[in-house]
């Protein structure tokens, strides 16, 4: 879980979250694939074949005894920030990098007239971390892992946010124009475990703005719906193949010599590589394409087909 605690740092365990209805399981969830999002890393393999990289995050390993072992980047150490940087290229950008970047995003500014269609407006983090230019809770780069103001948030979906709680005064008008906020806010990440931190984000991300509205927590079933919403919208993907990571096949088969009248042939090896890994083509790969649902239409298409048809 990404919480609270008395003096507003940050706390990621997740034992809250299982406790809360099927909040964690729809937030571990792949729905192109129906099962739970994968490790993605071999950062935790030293911890069992359970935690190797193609394996699934289940509940049983991120809560109870093993409720630490996914944190965010400002709480891991210096080591393990620096081998994830080297070998995983993940870097944090510091948050007034990200401000100026989604201020130049917009197209001016937001007025009573074209709120609903800045709340509207699809929007993107590629290979998203933790999300902070959706969300920015806290700032990744720093050393003192607190929870942000919600004023001095700089995410776009903080942006889409503060736009609907400034025009949508009744509960039920707010709520709606809440999820096309979050409906309208995309991400993908191939390691899952940024992967399923920046999905809390986001849910903790509602329930701040929703408090702040309101005076107090949305209910389980609202909660599970805009989980519902992050789950499809934040999502595990390869983003050079639009497939979801390491599931491209490259068999090898030995085919055995035949005796012949000329004695016996040799063994060889036949390659089956995956067509769109040989030969770079993104529309040939034979790993499981990434779905997103088109909320407007009610239905899912592949990303690969958005990102080609465009």
Not at 32 to 46: E, Q, R
Request: hydrophobic share 35%.
């Amino acid at each position: 879980m990404i919480g609270y605690k008395s003096d507003n740092m940050i706390d990621i365990r997740e034992d809250h979250l299982l406790e809360k209805g099927d909040l964690l399981a729809l937030l571990q969830r792949d729905q192109t694939t129906g099962k739970n999002i994968i490790w993605g890393t071999d950062s935790y393999s030293s911890r069992g074949e359970s935690f190797s990289p193609k394996r699934q995050i289940r509940p049983s390993l991120i809560t109870g005894i093993y409720g630490k072992v996914i944190q965010p980047r400002a709480a891991k150490s210096r080591e393990e920030q620096i081998y994830r940087t080297r070998e995983k290229a993940e870097v944090f950008t510091p948050l007034h990098v990200v401000k100026k970047m989604n201020d130049l995003c917009d197209k001016g500014p937001v007025t009573k007239r074209n709120w609903q269609k800045y709340v509207v407006e699809k929007r993107l983090e590629i290979t998203c971390g933790e999300a902070p230019y959706i969300s920015s809770r806290y700032d990744p780069v720093s050393d003192f892992q607190k929870v942000l103001s919600l004023k001095s948030r700089v995410g776009f979906l903080d942006k889409k946010m503060r736009v609907v709680s400034l025009y949508c005064d009744a509960h039920k008008e707010w709520v709606a124009w809440a999820k096309i906020a979050f409906q309208s806010s995309y991400g993908y990440e191939w390691q899952g475990d940024n992967l399923l931190i920046a999905r809390e984000n986001l849910l903790y991300t509602f329930i701040d703005f929703y408090k702040d509205n309101f005076n107090r927590r949305p209910n389980l079933k609202l909660q599970q719906e805009i989980a519902e919403i992050i789950s499809w919208n934040i999502f595990q993907m390869d983003g050079l193949r639009c497939v979801i990571p390491m599931s491209c096949k490259h068999e090898k088969k030995l085919i055995r010599g035949n005796i012949t009248i000329f004695g016996e042939e040799s063994d060889r090896v036949e390659k089956n590589e995956c067509m769109g890994c040989k030969y770079g083509d993104i529309k040939k790969h034979n790993g499981k394409y990434v779905k997103v649902m088109d909320w407007n239409e009610g239905k899912t298409q592949r990303f690969v087909d958005i990102t080609s048809n465009n």
